[in-house]
T-cell receptor, first 117, second 110 residues
Framework: EAQVTQNPRYLITVTGKKLTVTCSQN?????MSWYRQDPGLGLRQIYY???????DKGDVPEGYKVSRKEKRNFPLILESPSPNQTSLYFC????????????????FGPGTRLTVT | GENVEQHPSTLSVQEGDSAVIKCTYS??????FPWYKQELGKRPQLIID?????GEKKDQRIAVTLNKTAKHFSLHITETQPEDSAVYFC?????????FGAGTTVTVRA
């Protein structure tokens, strides 16, 4: 089954304790992206990757790191989480990288609800 | 960067009536405008999109219009049904980045 998976789905952690949220897709998609969703703010793009070893900042990259060593995986790393990073995180992928070109539809993962105390 | 504003934030309609959600964007270079639907507890899903070289697109009960000069685009849902109740997000994109509006919670009253 074609899908985007994220782990963990729920995580409660403490300030400063490094964590990684994994994202994996089995559709051979070029493009992968991370978003955070907060009430009243919609979805905001954190980082995106156009292909292996190619990543760039979205609108809210501060406090986050990413890597794209393999095409299927795009982990989100919080080196020193803070309470303002409490949010619902979505990973997404699309076959092609550039929006507006064919096969650009993004498929979202199920989401990871992160609470930082 | 791109700034997308979405109105209204909540919308309540009688079943069978139409619903309209409006968005504006700031970067005239943006060229792709998708709309996503998110049901409670679920992930966002693309319902319709439009590219900057098209003024209008329709898919059954859903239509999107784009006014490039005014930098605004709208989602129209006709003959609303209870399953249309959800949060709807507009977005604007330039190349590889995607910026979303804050969302509209649509409630369809039976």
């Amino acid at each position: 089954e074609a899908q985007v998976t994220q782990n963990p789905r729920y995580l409660i952690t403490v300030t400063g304790k490094k964590l990684t949220v994994t994202c994996s897709q089995n559709m051979n998609h070029e493009y992968m992206s991370w978003y955070r969703q907060d009430p009243g703010l919609g979805l905001r793009q954190i980082y995106y990757s156009m292909n292996v070893e190619v990543t760039d900042k979205g609108d809210v990259p501060e406090g986050y790191k990413v890597s794209r060593k393999e095409k299927r995986n795009f982990p989100l790393i919080l080196e020193s989480p803070s309470p303002n990073q409490t949010s619902l995180y979505f990973c997404a992928s699309s076959l092609r990288a550039r929006f507006g070109t064919p096969s650009y539809e993004q498929y979202f993962g199920p989401g990871t609800r992160l609470t930082v105390t | 960067g791109e700034n997308v504003e979405q109105h209204p934030s909540t919308l309540s309609v009688q079943e069978g009536d139409s619903a309209v959600i409006k968005c504006t964007y700031s970067d005239s270079a943006s060229n792709y405008f998708p709309w996503y639907k998110q049901e409670l507890g679920k992930r966002p899903q693309l319902i319709i999109d439009i590219r900057s070289n098209v003024g209008e697109k329709k898919d059954q009960r859903i239509a999107v219009t784009l006014n490039k000069t005014a930098k605004h685009f709208s989602l129209h849902i006709t003959e609303t049904q209870p399953e249309d109740s959800a949060v709807y997000f507009c977005a604007a994109s330039l190349d590889y980045k995607l910026s979303f509006g804050a969302g509209t919670t649509v409630t369809v009253r039976a």
